[in-house]
């Protein structure tokens, strides 16, 4: 499985994503491209956060 880009810690990163969503991830999280280009600031805080493999 290629898990570059997804964050290193998946537990950290789940229990914020059930806080701001309401409910679990479906898969592994990351970066996607569209917040990337539309919030670099917080794409970049997301991965120092919880790492991301390269």
């Known amino acids: 499985m290629d898990l570059i880009g997804c964050f ?3 537990d950290a990163a789940s229990k914020r994503f059930e806080e ?6 479906e898969s ?3 970066v996607c491209s569209s917040c990337q280009d539309e919030k670099p600031n917080h ?7 919880y790492g991301a493999y390269e």
């Open 8 to 10: 290193k810690d998946q």
């Open 20 to 25: 701001k969503h309401g409910q679990e991830p």
């Open 28 to 30: 592994y999280l990351d």
């Open 43 to 49: 794409a970049r805080n997301a991965r120092e956060k």
